[in-house]
């Protein structure tokens, strides 16, 4: 742009006084045909009148400002258009003007950089003469104390603003002269003082590379800028202490002395996983497998003694362990004598159907447990605690006395100190009586023998002990060990000395155990309650269980959220032979599972978890295949019927005595299979997979829910509800005989010799025959037989006698038949008639 202010403008210009910015048009014209304005704007500089004068220039100082430049005067302002000048020229000679302003102002600014640069250079000049002086005079004079130096530098300081005032005829700013300080010398770096070396340029190079590698300035490091570069970063600091501590160790390094672990191996472990248990490389195991002839891999399974190999190869003390070591192990857990207390004895009362058992224990307790029960009689194990006039406790399980609960008697018998035996005297020994001195005698236990029901007319007492010595059990009426008392449960005489009898029988034993310890307990029953979930009544061997506790009973594990006794009272702790509820299973357990109280939750699920796979295992076991045993079971898939049922019950010792009594029921030619049990109400899932096999469900004391319902009417499922277990036994095997249908039987009727054949029309043939014993019936079945070789069986189609048609024919008589459907007759074959009778089916 030019430097006049009178330059010319095209357009009209903007209104107002004293404007610094002028605004014009330029049009600008291209080689493509188009055109465009441009908006051009021209803005003024201040002119210095002819009669001022420019300001006074500084004189010379240690560090002086640079002088302003010396102002150019301007050449008189041009016309804005020159006559008889067209717009082309005008133009042209604008654009020049401005062409020649820009050479103009960058010349100027050119010249303006050099006298800079000269006088920085001279600046540094001096100020290095003047350090250069300082130094000597500091070197030659000794050091003197810091206020003795300002003092002195004073005439010198004073000396030089003199002559700078005669120079300038202005007063000069004071100079300070600078003296070294003195300072602890510190050792460099050589590398530093090469650097130093390389002169003052050098050194202002690398101060501005540093200021470009420290990253944003700030107010601070502005301030602070001689506070040295920048600082190093935390993972700096980190890797160089890590590398001296490395140099440190290297430095001292020393072969460490092996060190020798204790390394548990169980039955199978891989390559890898033995090498970091050792702490020792994957690879110089496998090199070490190699040198033994053994080629494997990182991830291959070795056993158990080839691992001791190795790791006593490798220096380490091996430690074997098995599978089995995780389940929990009762046999080495003893209790000290002195930790024993004395326990309730436990009482199992048993004997047959019928015979009195509940009834004597609700005399016994002063309750009604029998008018709950269906059918009147006992299907479910119970267990109750009594309290005595005296003041002790005892502990009675019931147990039921039909022939299907024989499993719930030998759980009773096996987790009891007594046994009490209940004869009715009107009926003597039975069945489920003989089968409760088996299960007793086996168990090991003492034995009370209570006959019932002596307040009968026809009770006859001494009857029963006699028959009690066909079993090998002597009373001591007749001079036997085996106490025995008189009881009637429906006046309640005898109950008092039943009583006393147990109690003795219990100090004689001397029954003690451990409260203070971890809960061991048997699961007596097990059901799945709608509103409780999994519900185990156990009874209590040693040790006290505790709410909250974490427990594995069986295959499932769980903590104590309830504890209930046999009144239906929620209790904090329950002590030895105590009979209780638990609630908080995971699952529903077995019967005659053990109820362990282990440390934590992660040890629990451990063991739970290691006896599911055993139990998987041992039901998913498949017998050794043989040509024999394929045979054998392709023949029993063949002529063997299979009845599938589903099986639901209320507790968990209903549902065992139903499958055992079902799989009793099956034979030769029909045989039950269980699709499925379980404990609990009747589900979807149970009515899905009745459906899929055809199976009817069996519900003992169950019934369906709402969704299982509809299910059942949509599916038209067929349901079976019991409540007794004879009537259902009763019930399926009638099912399973109907399955099987009528029982067939052959009645042979008479036996005839063929004599003669004779042609009888054009495709039949007639035989004579002679009856040789009974008769033969026209209509009747008969088998020809040739040689004792059956050739065909048939019907007798037509029977005659001489000409007549006759209905039989006696033995000694001739007559001739017709068989249908056989012409293969020849004389000297034998011809048996039968009848068959049908009859129904009993299983």
């Not at 004879?726 to 008479?750: C, F, Q, S, W």
């Amino acid at each position: 742009m030019s430097d006049t202010d009178n330059k010319p403008t095209l357009g009209r210009k903007p209104l107002g006084l004293k404007r610094s910015v002028e605004a014009g048009e330029v049009k600008q014209t291209f080689s493509h045909g188009r055109t465009n304005k441009v908006v051009v704007e021209v803005k003024r500089r201040k002119i210095v009148k002819p009669g001022e004068a420019p300001a006074p220039a500084p004189v010379a100082a240690p560090a002086p400002p640079p002088p302003p430049p010396p102002v150019a005067q301007k050449p008189q302002p041009k016309p804005a258009s020159i006559p008889g000048e067209t717009p082309q020229e005008r133009t042209a000679r604008l654009q020049r003007e401005a062409e020649e302003a820009r050479l103009a102002t960058l010349e100027e600014m050119t010249r303006r950089e050099e006298e800079e640069k000269a006088r920085a250079l001279e600046e540094e000049k001096r100020r290095a003469e003047d350090n250069r002086r300082a130094e000597e005079e500091a070197a030659k004079a000794p050091a003197p104390a810091p206020v003795e130096v300002e003092d002195a530098a004073a005439p010198a300081e004073a000396q030089g603003e003199e002559e700078a005032k005669a120079e300038s005829g202005a007063p000069a700013p004071r100079k300070f002269t600078p003296v070294a300080r003195p300072e602890i010398k510190k050792p460099e770096p050589k590398k530093r003082e090469e650097k130093k070396g390389g002169g003052a340029g050098h050194n202002r190079s690398n101060q501005v590379d540093d200021r470009r590698r420290g990253g944003k300035l700030t107010v601070n490091r502005a301030l602070n800028d001689d506070e040295g570069a920048r600082a190093r970063s935390l993972a700096a600091l980190k890797r160089a202490r890590e590398k001296e501590r490395r140099a440190h160790f290297a430095g001292q390094s020393q072969p460490r002395e092996k060190q020798v672990r204790d390394v548990i191996v169980p039955e199978a472990i891989t390559v890898q996983e033995l090498a970091n248990r050792m702490a020792e490389k994957g690879s110089d195991l496998v090199k070490a497998l190699f040198n033994m002839d053994m080629m494997v891999t990182i991830n291959q399974t070795i056993d158990q003694d080839t691992a001791e190999l190795l790791v006593e190869e490798f220096g380490h003390r091996i430690q074997r362990v098995s599978e089995s070591d995780v389940d929990i192990d009762h046999s080495d857990d003893v209790d000290a004598p002195e930790t024993l207390k004395p326990r309730p004895p436990v009482v199992t009362i048993m004997g047959h159907v019928d015979h009195g058992k509940t009834s004597l224990l609700d005399a016994l307790r002063g309750t009604d447990v029998v008018k709950g029960e269906a059918g009147g009689i006992t299907q479910h194990i119970g267990a109750y605690q009594i309290t005595t006039k005296g003041g002790d406790k005892i502990t009675f399980l019931d147990t039921p006395g039909h022939a299907a609960f024989t499993e719930m008697r030998q759980r009773g018998a096996n987790v009891t100190d007594i046994v009490v035996l209940v004869v009715a005297a009107d009926d003597g020994l039975m069945p489920q009586t003989i089968e409760a001195i088996k299960h007793t005698k086996a168990a090991g236990v003492p034995m009370i023998v209570a006959i019932n029901k002596v307040d009968k007319p026809e009770a006859n007492p001494q009857r029963i002990r006699e028959r009690l010595l066909e079993h090998e059990v002597v009373v001591e009426e007749m001079s036997g060990d085996v106490q025995d008392v008189e009881v009637s449960a429906k006046a309640k005489t005898g109950l008092d000395t039943l009583i006393e009898k147990i109690l003795l029988q219990a100090e004689l034993l001397e029954l003690r155990a451990n409260p203070n310890r971890d809960a061991e307990a048997t699961v007596i029953e097990a059901k799945l309650d709608k509103g409780r979930g999994p519900v185990a009544t156990v009874l209590i061997n040693r040790g006290t269980l505790k709410t909250g506790d974490i427990f594995v009973v069986g295959t499932e594990s769980g903590r104590v959220r309830a504890l209930v006794d046999d009144k239906g009272k929620q209790i904090k702790t329950a002590g030895p032979s105590l009979p209780v509820e638990v609630l908080g299973l995971a699952g529903i357990p077995m019967a005659g599972d053990k109820l362990t109280v282990v440390e934590n939750d992660q040890r629990a699920r451990e063991v739970s978890a290691y006896r599911k796979e055993k139990a998987t295992e041992k039901r998913t076991a498949i017998a050794p295949a043989s040509l024999d045993t394929m045979f054998s079971a392709l023949k029993d898939k063949e002529s063997v019927v299979e009845f599938p049922l589903v099986v639901k019950g209320d507790v968990q010792g209903s549902v065992e005595a139903i499958n055992t009594a079902l799989h009793n029921l099956s034979n030769d030619e029909i045989k039950v299979r269980i699709l499925h049990s379980g404990v609990g109400a009747i589900t979807e899932s149970d009515v899905t997979l009745a459906s899929a096999s055809g199976a009817p469900i069996i519900g003992f004391g169950v019934r369906p829910n709402a969704k299982a319902r509809e299910l059942i009417e949509r599916n038209k499922t067929r349901m079976m509800y019991y409540d007794v277990i004879y009537h259902l036994t009763d019930e399926i095997a009638k099912e399973m005989a109907g399955e099987l249908g009528p029982l067939r039987i052959e009645n042979v009727v008479g036996r005839a010799e063929v004599k003669e054949v004779f042609p009888a029309g054009k495709r039949d043939k007639a035989a004579g025959l002679l009856v040789l014993e009974g008769a033969i019936r026209k209509g009747l079945y008969a088998r020809l037989t040739r040689a004792d070789v059956i050739v065909s069986k048939t019907t007798i189609a037509s029977l005659r006698r001489f000409k007549d048609d006759v209905d039989e024919v006696r033995a000694g008589l001739e007559c001739g038949v017709v068989l249908a459907d056989t012409n293969d007759i020849k004389p000297g074959d034998n011809l048996e008639v039968f009848e068959i009778e049908e009859r129904e089916r009993v299983l």
